[in-house]
C-alpha cells in the first residue's frame, strides 16, 4: 500500500471523540470494544489470539510490523480481532522468516486497520475512561453520519464469542512419535497455541475439547489431568460450561487453568468475577507469587477477573496478586486438585518467568496416577 494513496479512516469512539487517520489492511466499516496492549513485540501472536474476539485491538507501541508475519508463530489458525489499529506500520518487513507484510495478512484475514492516528492519546482516553466501543470508517463522519453511527457503536456487545472460537469435535494431537507419559484434556475456549505446545514437550498427549463437552464425555476420555485454557468475553456468559466444571471437580481430576479457564473454575466454585476498568493486556504485568514471596513479570490479555474476597476458604485460596492493582492472579484450591492463574505462563512473544507452572501440573498429575 502507498502511505499516499491510502484512504481517509476514522475511529469513533462511544464517547464521541474522533480520530482521523489512514486505513490499511481489509477495507470496510466494523464495531468492537476498543483496547489496548502494550506489548513491544508480539503483534502477529496478538492478532492470532482468540482471546481477542469481537475486540478493537490497540497497539500502544509506535511500530508495528517490522519483521513480518511468518506461519510458524500463530497462535491459531487465523485471526478473529474485529479490528487493527496502530501509530505506524512497517511496509517493508525485514527478517529471515518473513513470509509477508502485516497489511497483506490482515487483508487476507478480513481485519480492517487503522493507522497515524494518536494512540498514545486514544490509550490515555481508555486509561481513564475505561474501554469503550468504537467504529473504525472510511465514511466521513458529518453530524448527520455520526449521530448514527454512535447509536449502533453504544448497543454493541460482544455476545457470547467462545463458540466461535472452540473447534466442532475432539481433536487429537501428537506432533512427535515419542511416547507420552500423560494423557491431557484439553478444554478448548479460544486456547492458543502454546498452550498445547508446553504440555507436548512435557511429555503429555493432548486432546482438545469443544467447550460445551460434557462432564461424562471427559470422565470416559479417563484424562491423568485437565487444561482449561483463555479464551473471550465475560466468564459469566458461559453458563453450560461453569456447570460442566462444578461436576468434574467432584472428579477429582489434576487440573490446570489459564485465563478464562481461571475465571470460569472460580465461578463453578462459588466465586465471581468483575470487569475491569481498562483491562491487563501487554507482556509487562507483575504478578506476586504468595507461597514463594517472589514477583514475576507475565504476560497478559483479560477484560475480567476474579473477585479475591468471592474465593471461599473452604475451597481454595488466591495464591497470585496483580502487583500494581492488587486483583487476584491465580487460586490453588483444597476441595480439588486444581490451580490456576489469570496471566499467561505459555506466553510466546513475552516473558517466559512462569512456565515453571507447568511443570507443577506435571508433578500434580504424577502424584494423582
Known sequence: MDFLTAKTAYLILSDGTVFKGKSFGAEGEVIGEVVFT?????????LTDPSYCGQIVTQTFPLIGNYGINSIDKESEGSVVSGYIVREYCKVPSNFRCEKGIDEYLKENGIIGLYDIDTRRLTRIIRETGVMNGMITTHEPDEQFKSAALEKIRSFRIEKPVPK??????????????????????????????IRRELEKRGCDVTVFPSNVTADEITAFDPDGIMLSNGPGDPTDNKESIATL??????????????????????????????????????????????MDRTFITSQNHGYAV???????????????????KTCEGVRYTNAPAFTVQFHPEACGGPQDTAYLFDEFIQLMEEHK
Not at 38 to 46: D, R
Open 307 to 325: 473477585v479475591n474476597e468471592s474465593i471461599s476458604p473452604e475451597v481454595g485460596k488466591v495464591s497470585h496478586i496483580n502487583a500494581n492493582d
Open 38 to 46: 502494550t506489548a513491544m513485540t508480539g503483534y502477529q501472536e496478538t
Open 246 to 291: 462444578r461436576e468434574l471437580i467432584e472428579k477429582q481430576i489434576p487440573t490446570f487453568g489459564i485465563c478464562l479457564g481461571h475465571q470460569l473454575l472460580a465461578l463453578a466454585n462459588g466465586g465471581s468475577t468483575v470487569k475491569l476498568k481498562y483491562g491487563h493486556r501487554g507482556g509487562n504485568q507483575p504478578v506476586t507469587d504468595i507461597d
Open 165 to 194: 472460537v472452540t473447534v466442532s469435535k475432539p481433536t487429537k494431537y501428537s506432533e512427535n512419535k515419542t511416547e507420552k507419559k500423560y494423557k491431557v484434556a484439553l478444554i478448548d475456549y479460544g486456547y492458543k497455541y502454546n
